[in-house]
């Protein structure tokens, strides 16, 4: 066996790592262990520092079926159907060549689905990025939008949502966290634990070349002030074989007794195999020479780590191997016999029959867990005195400018939302509406995070995330039933990245249990700093909202002129950490905590009074307050809507809370009613109107209005 | 009647069309067929879908043109039968030279999906039968290379033969450049081979077959094919 | 000043992965072209004025390295002539 020539701490161990594994082997490892391992125990690959913090998560759920630890989170639906969705970060390799990046991302989260057994249905994307305006910035934001259209809109998978917010903290780290959904029925659940011994893996989809070699070690480390150097590593995308690489896939689990399924994603062959193996507590013998390979001089260490893109991992008995290669040839895909279980539990990698490695499967899949040290908690800033007064109707035409609130629209229109027919109501506000199959049942989507928040508080801002992605899928009519979460920090080794990690885990973990909605798993991304500035914590939320009956979700039908505008829930107490205090340079402070009662009862009147046709159209008040939330009414029905409100302070028409809707009623009896049994605040403001306008009379000031295409000018910044 | 979908590598609404045709073509027999072993000696319909034939590398439809499944596609018009082009299913059309004209890039340089006003620029042809002419659809689009180029003689030609089938319009029917979205010549949306029998079109009917969500407007033209059944078959 | 023109022949670098170019070669393949390999590039034909075919070079260059080429991915070919 080769024995050791590198110091294994060049390739990014720690020297307590490095001791940790060989007293683990009992004996020196060789370069080609050493270099696996380094991948497998880096922090991407590896969750060295969050592993231990994500139990405080709550995972249980009657509706959960698969939870953390499979490729995605799976959830049933009803009538045999169920919901797969994962999230995941694709930051660093967005930042050195954002198409690439983020098309890769793309398909990466893609796979996972794929990997549960659903067929993938959705994409959407949490994009942050530096303020607008400059060179980088811009070219890094086309080139991700770009990316995601190229590699979404090919491979067949609509995108319906998403959030894009601008903060000057990711000038140098922007952030492409890519979700997906996909439906499956309860039989075709998949598992990636590898058993039975003699049982064949068949590597399925493109050939293997240099591909992103250490680019999950890549991930791990800070970015470098000079990125452009690490540019030979970037993978590219093909969402052609992509879209080849899910039919085969499906069609192959349809037809053989495929006993376990992984995506390649971090550490490539390796880290699949090595996970599939220690999961199934078994081993297996690679046959290196069998890869197919794309450059002849690929070494063994890279054909096992290489991050080349559209590769699935599947475990058959030998006997089904013929009929799954044939399906994969039919549909021109390449699928080889890389390997077979061991029951011994160790990893032999051979090449050509020379055995080049053996080590325990069990050992990869351990890395030590790192300790962390957070700094003790800060106490959140003092809630500053409030502006009072002032033109609310120029202050509403401003913030409807701020790129953080601008139209989405021209990025939306880029991307296909409808491929797949199961597009019930397309994304723009709030959340979109899924259907697993036309008359069957679906699912409301919504990613979200606002930076503002976690900027003041990170546990506040976490749970304020979640509560938003709550009230988003709640909107439709949809039931919150399970989240995804993507982490992104700064460096953990640093106290105070440290304690916004335990704090945004902390504060998911609080609102997750205070409304009854289990994490089915996610995805942390670490060390996004470079040049001494880290971004502000970003707890990534991606929300599954339940709906029986997709086809009569909230927002499918167009509301009506005549029909009553309602404000269901609790205003604004404050200003603090709202859009409009940044734009008064009101010194800035931690948002309101979220009101969990107020949610939790609003939670519950949306989707029985939508299941019962009472609500034609709903909304729930966020980035900009009150105003804007009725602004965005206008815009999106392009009817009017004239309200009388209770109050003209700022507070009121511009703080952002966390339990507030506007919904549109033709029958607010009914929603009265409902409001009164559920103990829900209600409050008919005004209606809509045949005219596109806003039309707002507040106590003491004089009635004032805007004309729909006033606001859509005042929104209609062209990101692109 | 027996409808053939046909399947490219790279095709992404091969299912959605079939889905969609099971409304329209109550009781006739839906077949997906893969490109490579495509038979429709039997067919009387064949509907080439959208998505990215061969990922529309070199130029979108090129490579799927020359599959040898195009030469099945050929003897089914020559007996008579009835192809739609959907989206990528019509630039495979064009680039096979089954119907007339190239498509560019959409001249706002990018990939467009959202829903578009068309308006009926003749009925002479099965599938657009049940319209009347001047009559206005709803239908989505989704393409980057929209952009349908004909030669000045080419369109002179084209309207006198009543081959323009669907051309971009507004709410109201009216043709402006403004309703335009990808800068099509003459805001073509969609051409007639000769006889009216083959119809390529960019909108997506497959997309609006949905009564219980508001888009039902892609249905007549989907349900065309049935006219031709009622007459007696194909020629 | 003289005129040149200047032709840019863009090509991946070598590894990196070439969809379109395999999605060729295969097309080529079912027409009965044998054929090793297809790279698909992009050509640019930039016509301008400078006081010498080296000034025209390192302006093409700047240019390159500013706009045209993405160097993640790609490499460049430059030649100039009078025109």
Redesign the interface.
């Known amino acids: 066996m080769p024995l050791n020539t590198v110091d294994p701490t060049t390739l990014g161990l720690r020297p307590s790592e490095c001791e940790f594994a060989r007293r683990q082997a009992g004996r020196e490892l060789s370069d080609l262990e050493w270099a696996v391992l380094s991948v497998l125990w880096s922090e991407h690959c590896a969750y060295k520092h969050s592993r231990a913090l994500l139990s405080r998560l709550p995972r249980e759920g009657e509706r959960v079926l698969a939870g953390p630890g499979a490729g995605a989170g799976v959830l049933d639906i009803g009538e045999g159907w169920a919901v797969a969705a994962k999230v995941e970060s694709h930051n660093h390799p967005s930042a050195v060549e954002p198409l690439q990046g983020a098309a890769t991302g793309i398909g990466g989260i893609m796979r996972d689905v794929l990997s549960m057994g659903a067929r993938p249905a959705a994409f959407l994307d949490s994009l942050r990025f530096g303020m607008p305006g400059t060179g980088r910035t811009d070219y890094l934001l086309r080139g991700v939008v770009a990316g995601i259209a190229h590699y979404g809109n090919c491979v067949g998978v609509p995108t319906v949502g998403g959030d894009l917010y601008f903060h000057p903290s990711y000038e140098r780290n922007p952030l492409v966290n890519a979700m997906c959904v996909g439906f499956l029925r309860h039989e075709q659940l998949r598992d990636s634990a590898a058993s039975g011994e003699g049982n064949r893996f068949l590597l399925l989809g493109a050939r293997t070349g240099r591909d992103g070699i250490g680019g999950a070690a890549f991930a791990s480390v800070t970015l470098r002030e000079d990125a452009a150097e690490d540019r030979p590593r970037v993978q590219v995308g093909d969402p052609f074989l992509g879209k080849l690489l899910i039919e085969a896939t499906l069609e192959i689990l349809a037809c053989e007794p495929v006993v376990a399924i992984q995506d390649l994603g971090a550490g490539g062959l390796a880290g699949a195999l090595i996970e599939m193996c220690a999961k199934g507590g078994v081993g297996a013998e690679v046959w290196l020479e069998r890869v197919p390979l794309r450059a002849a001089d690929l070494a063994p260490a890279e054909i096992l780590l290489s991050e080349s893109q559209e590769r699935m991992l599947l475990l058959l008995p030998p006997a089904s191997i013929p009929a799954a290669q044939a399906t994969a040839q039919r549909l021109g895909i390449i699928a080889a016999e890389v390997g077979e279980v061991r029951a011994d539990g160790e990893i032999a990698v051979t090449m050509g029959g020379e055995l080049l490695s053996r080590l325990s499967a069990a050992i990869y899949a351990e890395a030590p867990m790192a300790p962390l040290a957070p700094a003790s908690g800060n106490a959140d800033a003092p809630v500053p005195a409030e502006p009072q007064g002032g033109d609310a109707r120029s202050a509403l035409l401003a913030l409807l400018a701020r790129p953080n609130l601008s139209s989405r629209a021209g990025i939306y229109g880029t991307y296909d939302q409808d491929v797949g027919l199961r597009t019930v109501v397309r994304p723009g506000l709030d959340a979109a509406v899924l259907r697993a199959a036309p008359g069957a049942p679906g699912v409301a989507v919504a990613v979200d995070q606002t930076p503002r928040y976690c900027e003041r508080s990170a546990r506040i801002g976490a749970s304020l995330a979640v509560c938003e992605a709550a009230r988003n899928v709640a909107a439709r009519g949809a039931v919150p039933i399970g989240l995804t979460n993507c982490l992104n920090l700064g460096s953990p080794e640093r106290p105070e990245a440290a304690r916004e990690l335990v704090d945004v885990v902390d504060g998911i973990a609080e609102a997750a249990n205070e409304l009854g909605i289990p994490v089915t798993g996610g995805n942390v991304s670490l060390y996004n700093e470079s040049g001494g500035l880290a971004i502000v914590p970003t707890p990534v939320i991606g929300m599954i909202g339940h709906l029986p009956d997709p086809e009569r979700a909230i927002g499918v039908g167009s509301p009506i002129p005549g029909m009553r505008v309602l404000l269901l829930g609790q205003p604004a107490d404050r200003l603090a950490g709202s859009e409009f205090a940044e734009l008064a340079g009101v010194q800035p402070a931690a948002p309101a905590p979220p009101d969990y009662p107020a949610l939790r009862a609003v939670l519950n009147l949306l989707p029985a009074a939508g299941a019962a046709g009472e609500i034609a159209l709903a909304h729930d008040v966020a980035d900009g307050g009150l105003l804007v939330a009725l602004a965005e009414i206008v815009l999106h029905t392009g009817l009017g809507v004239s309200v009388n409100l209770a109050e003209a302070t700022p507070r009121y028409l511009f703080g952002e809370p966390s339990a507030l809707f506007i919904a549109v009623t033709g029958d607010p009896g009914a929603v009265l009613l409902r409001a009164a049994a559920l103990g829900v605040r209600v409050k008919e403001i005004g209606e809509v109107t045949q005219s596109a306008q806003l039309v707002v009379g507040m106590p003491t000031e004089p009635l004032w209005s805007l004309e729909r295409a006033q606001l859509q000018r005042a929104v209609g910044r062209d990101l692109l | 009647m027996i409808a053939d979908v046909v399947v490219f590598p790279g095709s992404n609404c091969d299912f959605d069309t079939l889905e969609a045709l099971r409304l329209a073509l109550p009781g006739a027999t839906l077949r997906r067929q893969w490109h490579g072993e495509l038979d429709l000696s039997r067919s009387d319909l064949c509907v080439l879908p959208g998505g990215f034939a061969y990922g529309d590398y070199l130029r979108a439809g090129a490579l799927a043109a020359r599959s040898p499944a195009l030469r099945e596609v050929r003897r089914l018009i020559e007996r008579g039968g009835l192809v739609l082009g959907i989206c990528n299913g019509f630039q495979v059309l064009v680039e096979a030279g089954i119907l007339p004209g190239a498509f560019q890039t959409n001249d706002v340089q990018h990939f467009l999906c959202r829903d578009v006003h068309v308006r009926v620029a003749s009925s002479e042809s099965p599938f657009l039968s049940g319209l009347r002419e001047g009559a206005v659809l709803q239908l989505p689009i989704a393409h980057q290379e929209g952009n349908y180029r004909v030669t000045p003689r080419e369109f002179e030609e084209l309207s006198s033969e009543g081959r323009i089938a669907l051309q971009y319009c507004g709410a109201d029917g009216e043709i402006v450049p403004r309703e335009n979205p990808n800068g099509s010549y003459h805001s073509i949306a969609g051409v007639l081979g000769a006889h009216g029998r083959v119809l390529g079109l960019m909108p997506h009917p497959e997309r609006a077959a949905w009564p219980e969500i508001g888009r039902a407007d892609g249905l007549e033209i989907l349900r065309g094919a049935l006219s031709v059944v009622a007459e007696g078959g194909r020629a | 000043m003289p005129n040149y023109r200047a032709e840019l022949r863009i090509h991946l670098?070598s590894?990196?992965?070439d969809?379109?170019g395999e999605?060729?070669q295969?097309?080529l393949g079912?027409?009965g072209f044998a054929v090793d390999r297809v790279e698909?590039g992009k050509l640019l034909t930039v016509d301008l004025s400078a006081s010498s075919p080296a000034e025209a070079e390192e302006a093409l260059r700047r240019m390159a390295k500013e706009l045209l080429v993405?160097?993640?991915?790609e490499d460049y070919d430059l030649e100039v002539r009078a025109r």
């Open positions: 670098r590894g990196v992965l969809p379109a999605a060729v295969s097309s079912h027409l698909v993405n160097p993640v991915l």
